[in-house]
Nanobody
Framework: QLQLVESGGGLVQAGGSLRLSCAAS????????MGWFRQAPGKEREFVAR????????NYADSVKGRFTISRDNAQNTVYLQMNNLKSEDTAVYYC???????????????WGQGTQVTVSS
């Protein structure tokens, strides 16, 4: 079982950067694929990025490709999302997710974090 706690959200101007962190409890962190999803007001939760257990595989939503980078430190049980060149449309609550079969949909998410707000002002 994992507990996920996000941090690093906040208010930033368009073009700026933020780094989100997700700290996981539990001794089996490295067996889980990890990901980030986001949900804007009035919209469904959507996939942002994911990373395999070893960190050797990553993929991204087209809307963030080239601007966001997901990474993980298995020794620290932490996954990160570096967000650069932020746009107003990136404004959302960002959720950390873990799943042994995690893909690009919410279907295979086993655990969710509580979410952290990211607001990008234009």
């Amino acid at each position: 079982q994992l507990q996920l706690v996000e941090s690093g959200g906040g208010l930033v101007q368009a073009g700026g950067s933020l780094r989100l962190s997700c700290a996981a409890s539990g001794r089996t962190f490295s067996v889980y694929n990890m990901g980030w999803f986001r949900q804007a007001p009035g919209k469904e939760r959507e996939f942002v990025a994911r990373i395999s257990g070893s960190g050797g595989f990553t993929n991204y939503a087209d809307s963030v490709k080239g601007r966001f980078t997901i990474s993980r430190d298995n020794a620290q049980n932490t996954v990160y999302l570096q967000m650069n060149n932020l746009k107003s449309e990136d404004t959302a609550v960002y959720y950390c997710a873990a799943g042994r079969r995690l893909g690009t949909s919410i279907e295979y998410v086993d655990y969710w974090g509580q979410g952290t707000q990211v607001t990008v002002s234009s």
